[in-house]
């Protein structure tokens, strides 16, 4: 069976500071890899998508880069964190396209 | 570009009760319809989904949803809630042919609260 862990659980970090957040999958090959966040009433959104090593597709301008260095590695960074990046990151995997998505247990970030 | 209503952002119901949280959609296209539910502080898990063939799906807890073509809408349905489906539950599509990789779209999520 497929598990998506992501780490860490919680983080708090000051304004200005780096940010580093890991997504593995096990258990499947190729899957297409995506970045949300969800803040407080605003639903999800979108922040990236890959569907291969090293291609990584932005939704949205912002603070955020993500990179995908193995295939089922996906990782969310900031050089300087902002308060507006508080929030709910989760990562979803899927089987290619048209698909369902699974997530996984999701990052609680708090910028101060 | 596709998106997705619901309708209620909040629903309180009694436990035992029946319950109706209703989705609509905006496409002109083909479409793969998903409901997702998310307890406090978790990720989402995947509740049912319709993808094609018949209209009316399941989950193995109790929930269903009927896909409505003509109306655009995909609502979830349980007759008799328990407290545990006190949650958030959120509807999503994603648009056949819209893009390469098959966006998928939330809406804003409904929250249901079953009181005893």
């Known amino acids: 069976s497929q598990t998506i862990h992501q780490w860490p659980a919680t983080l708090v970090q000051p304004v200005g500071s780096p940010l580093s957040l890991e997504c593995t999958v096990e258990?499947?090959?190729?899957?297409?890899l995506y970045w949300y966040r969800q803040a407080a009433g605003r639903g999800l959104q979108l922040l990236f998508y890959?569907?291969?090593?090293?291609?990584i597709s932005s939704e949205v301008p912002q603070n955020l880069s993500a990179s995908r260095p193995q295939d089922r590695q996906f990782i969310l960074s900031s050089k300087k964190l902002l308060l507006s990046d508080s929030g709910f990151y989760l990562c979803?995997?899927?089987?290619?396209?048209?698909?369902?998505?699974?997530f996984g247990p999701g990052t609680r970030l708090t910028v101060l | 570009a596709q998106s997705v209503t619901q309708l209620d952002s909040q629903v309180p119901v009694f436990e035992e009760a029946p319950v109706e949280l209703r989705c609509n959609y905006s496409?002109?296209?083909?479409?793969?319809l998903f409901w997702y539910v998310q307890y406090p502080n978790q990720g989402l898990q995947l509740l049912l989904k319709?993808?094609?063939?018949?209209?009316l799906v399941e989950s193995i807890n109790g929930f269903e949803a009927e896909f409505n073509k003509s109306q655009t809408s995909f609502h979830l349905r349980k007759p008799s809630v328990h407290i545990s489906d006190t949650a958030e539950y959120f509807c999503?599509?994603?648009?056949?042919?819209?893009?390469?990789?098959?966006?998928?779209?939330f809406g804003q999520g409904t929250i249901l609260t079953v009181h005893p």
């Open positions: 496409s002109s296209v083909s479409v793969y």
């Open positions: 979803a995997w899927s089987r290619g396209n048209y698909n369902e998505q699974f």
């Open positions: 999503a599509v994603i648009t056949a042919g819209g893009t390469s990789y098959g966006k998928l779209t």
């Open positions: 319709y993808l094609s063939g018949s209209t």
């Open positions: 890959s569907v291969g090593i090293g291609q």
């Open positions: 258990g499947t090959s190729n899957p297409n």
